[in-house]
């Protein structure tokens, strides 16, 4: 047995030298005993958390091991960057190297949700969808429709979204389909076409399936099978896996998706039934206008509800049961053979089914979910307050999971993130819930730290200045502004500045246009709505330019080089007061005899300033300064443990000092002309 073992070590040892020469690059230590930590826990069938710091090469240390392993396993990213990444780029770059010395086939394999694969039978039904009709109705939007059907026509095309042609989002949802009203392959007049049913065949048989935490967690926690079986599932990104799953399962009740399943229904169903439907939508969304107005006109009605309001009570009701009486015609109507009517009342009741549990779920909140209005989007939400017992239940009992990221330790601790992902932590094993013939230990876990190969201390500097004031509520302060502006000009630009709110963004947008005008240096803003992309991509071109961001930007931004010389955070993270989720978590743990602040607010923040400060070291030719702007850190106890979650930057509190290097780093980029 032994022997076998150390065969295994052996070939990942060999297979990951042949992969690090595949992408030219070098061995690195961290990577290597990553490499063997995973291939351990793949063989040993444990879990494992290993935190491994930027530029360890985590991507191939996992990959590797997992290819040499034989069997199958599911990779589980946050980001479609990263996704892309590893299907795009990192695979097909290694596959050939290991089939030689592997000597034998490997193949990988990307499974996405239905949704973003393009919908044959709807795209072609003899009669339109409501979202179809739009279309109609929206004539600028048919040029994107006959690109779109062109696209589909032509041989060899995925039906990806990511694969096709730019168009606009509502073309793209009046050819698309979600997996409750697909009809299926077998009762599908294009099931033999189909491009969802391709991409699911070919992932069943692949080594390697790489997939995003939101539809891993959806399976998870609705506990059926979406994806394909597997022997081990790997998370990366996974300090983001907890939200990402309870995103995934937060139910949102609006307007606009009960109008959408009334209209289907209306159209596909005609009669008395849907006419009911019809009318209970329409009460819903004037009860629910003049619900956001009154919340509009007086915020302190705004964020978390501690019950369902009762104006909206009787109208969410009639929309349950409205909906469960069409669902019901659907079920007893079997007579249907006709494969688009089929496919038609196979939408209407996966849309009408959807209205008819969220509703139900809304009408009977549970004690462990919360509740919130969102005014601005007319939006209900209804979200679970925790989801480590449901993966600890239906994720860590029935398979290895091997979750790492730069950021998985709080404090230089991983307990945070292990409990909230759900492995048992210096606790016993609810052994009613845990319990079961072959199921995996979720304490049998092992703890990892790989480091970095960076040498953060000689590479980055992290300012702590003393003599600003304290942040309040109304954004930065104006001392604060003064002194971005100074470091930003002594840095030359190349600054991404990083906001925990939209206030502090506008703020700082309007101060720098003032102070730095003269200088020309170009200040690139976010706005809400904006996509992520193309403003990195902007700021990365122009090394003098400075990039101005909210939470969005504080995590997966990747631009090494002088373009990114000084990132300076305004303030300490912490979530919002009226955020709804995370204030009903600590608000949980207070009423538990803990503390709130210290088991959710302060690990959040930390998590946030780890992610944040990550951005400003990303290769070993990096050099620059992160500059947090926020006093507490260096005058609350607490500031210990934020610093201790961040790369360890030689610290300094002297601005004179930290201008000075900046000016140096701009003098020495400016003379090679960067």
Known sequence: MASAKNQQMKLVGEALSAAIEAIGGEPREGQIQMAEAVANALTDRHHLLVQAGTGTGKSLAYLVPALVHGKKVLVATATLALQRQLVERDLPKIQPALEKVLKRNLTFAVYKGVGNYLCLQKMNGAEQDPDGDMLMEIGALEKDQKRLKAWAATPGVSGDRDDA?????????????????????DDCAFGSQCFAVAAKAKAQTADVVVTNHTLLAIEIVDNHAILPERDAVILDEAHEFMDRTTQAVTEELTAARVERAAAMATKHMPGKAAIAFKKAADDFAEAIADFSADVRNDPSKAGRLPELPPQLEAPIRKVKES????????????????PDSMAQRARVKGATNEIQTIASKMLRPGKHQVMWFEPNFSTLYLA?????????RNLLTETPVIATSATLTIGKSFDAIAKSIGFVVGQDIDEESDEGKGAIDPANVQMLDVGSPFDFASQGMLYLPRHLAEPGRDGPAKDTLTELGE?????????????SSWRGVEMADEHLRRVLAELKIPIITQKRGDSVGPLVEKFAKDPRSILLGTISLWQGIDVPGPSCTLVAIDRIPFPRPDEPVMSARSAEA???GGSGFMQVSLPRAALMLAQGTGRLIRSMDDRGVVAILDTRIVTKRYGSILLNSMPPFYRTSDGAVVKESLKRLDKQFSEQGL
């Open 384 to 392: 679970p307050l925790e989801v480590s017992d449901v993966l600890r």
């Open 165 to 185: 042609p730019d168009v606009d989002r509502r073309v793209w949802f009046a050819n698309s389909v979600s997996g409750r009203e697909c009809i299926g392959k």
């Open 590 to 592: 207070d009423q538990a």
């Open 323 to 338: 909906s469960a009486a069409v669902v019901a015609l659907i079920n007893a109507d079997a007579d249907i053979i006709d």
């Open 487 to 499: 470091l930003i000009e002594a840095a030359g630009g190349r600054t991404l500045a990083l906001f």
